[in-house]
T-cell receptor
Framework: ETGVTQSPTHLIKTRGQQVTLRCSSQ?????VSWYQQALGQGPQFIFQ???????GRGNFPPRFSGLQFPNYSSELNVNALELDDSALYLC??????????FGPGTRLLVL | EDQVTQSPEALRLQEGESSSLNCSYT??????LFWYRQDPGKGPEFLFT???AGEEKEKERLKATLTKKESFLHITAPKPEDSATYLC??????????????FGSGTQLTVLP
């Protein structure tokens, strides 16, 4: 148990819709990172938030956006969903950008 | 750009048959090399962090080692419950202030009873 929780566990959307995924970090962890994992691949870095500000971004378009709240929970928002957005979305929390502890993920299917 | 390549893609072992998984990497200024275990449909579970060449870490039947170009995850006398996908990731200096992880595609390990 990492203490990192994510909701929902599964989600089905249609192309063009918008989705919000949620993550609750381990208590006291001030950094959260989001990753996208396609089937059979390793996770790919989307972005990171440190003390409520975006701290770095991977090679993802602006329709992927996020927020981190004072209680260290966070959100990943994806607009204008595409079929290729179907994946497992993982959040990982850390204290001061050290070892990243992952949540169980949200499985998103875009039809 | 940081890169990680894992081999083999899949490995089937008999219970008790020891083996090694390979992780080759290129990174600009290694901050850390990480091993995770991932069960189907679940998030990666942290196993080890290695920081410098020559470092070794052990946990039960697993031992991770690091050189300047690759890391090995040695599995001694595996059991069926060791079946999982093992992911290797690097954290490089080129990531700037965001210490993101760059992952390989993983090795899917199956241990048969």
């Amino acid at each position: 148990e990492t203490g990192v929780t994510q909701s929902p566990t599964h989600l089905i959307k249609t192309r063009g819709q918008q989705v919000t995924l949620r993550c609750s970090s381990q208590s006291g962890h001030n950094t959260v990172s989001w990753y996208q994992q396609a089937l059979g691949q390793g996770p790919q870095f989307i972005f990171q938030y440190y003390r409520e500000e975006e701290n770095g971004r991977g090679n993802f378009p602006p329709r992927f956006s996020g927020l981190q709240f004072p209680n260290y929970s966070s959100e990943l928002n994806v607009n204008a969903l595409e079929l290729d957005d179907s994946a497992l979305y993982l959040c990982a929390s850390t204290l001061n950008q050290e070892t990243q502890y992952f949540g169980p993920g949200t499985r998103l299917l875009v039809l | 750009e940081d890169q990680v390549t894992q081999s083999p893609e899949a490995l089937r072992l008999q219970e008790g048959e020891s083996s090694s998984l390979n992780c080759s990497y290129t990174v600009s200024g290694l901050r850390g090399l990480f091993w995770y275990r991932q069960d189907p449909g679940k998030g990666p579970e942290f196993l080890f962090t290695l920081y410098s060449a020559g470092e070794e870490k052990e946990k039960e039947r697993l031992k991770a080692t690091l050189t300047k170009k690759e890391s090995f995850l040695h599995i001694t006398a595996p059991k069926p419950e060791d079946s999982a996908t093992y992911l290797c990731a690097v954290q490089g200096g080129s990531s700037g202030s965001a210490r993101q992880l760059t992952f390989g595609s993983g090795t899917q390990l199956t241990v048969l009873p």
